[in-house]
């Protein structure tokens, strides 16, 4: 006598929906959920850290979700030295172009194209965003805000501490030579930028 199933067993090879402490969620969402974390799984902490501890591939990438389309290898070169130079492009000398292009060629962008970060096609000399150019975004995009709003911080305390510098004396009625302000302002600048310097190289 052939045993009947019993209610609650199933197809081990079915699809069942997720459920959630609310009820079911459909099948879309849980699918969705799973490539998610297969597309982070895929790609692990030493791989983003391999990536992101080159400041030259950093700014690779923040080019690129800049531009957010295909870029040449000359364009993204010559972008990557006017912002290593701190130039505008058409400052920059075709010796810093052509540094930042062989590194580019022969080492960043290979590698940037073999972990998913960038889409890298070598004979065209063709780049645009890859595959997991999005796990990347989150670090590249909280680096450069977070180094721009220590810099900004920083330029808010120098200029606050000369207005006061300059202001309290005469608040207070006393008389301050020009070569004292001088060497107050000397020291308020060299105090915070040795902060800074500490708080940077950190």
Known sequence: MIAKPDGDAHDPNEIR?????????????????????????????DQLFEILKNERRRRVLRYLIEVDGEVTLSEIAEEIAARETEKDVKQITSQERKRV??????????????YGAISYNK?????????HTSLFQRYVC???DSD?????????????????LLAVPVLIGVVVSSATVQVG??????????????RFVK
């Open 123 to 131: 004979p065209r000399g063709r780049i645009e965003t890859g595959e």
């Open 148 to 164: 721009e709003s220590e810099w900004t911080r920083y330029h808010s305390m120098l200029s606050l501490g000369i207005v006061l």
């Open 17 to 45: 929906p997720e459920t959630t402490r609310t009820g079911l969620v459909d099948a879309d969402t849980a699918a969705g959920a799973d490539r998610t974390d297969i597309e982070e799984a895929s790609i692990g902490f």
């Open 185 to 198: 302002v000397a020291l308020l600048v060299g105090t915070l930028v040795g902060v800074s310097a500490i």
């Open 101 to 114: 292009y062989v590194g580019l060629y022969q080492c960043h962008l290979p590698k940037m194209d073999d």
């Open 142 to 144: 909280e680096d450069r």
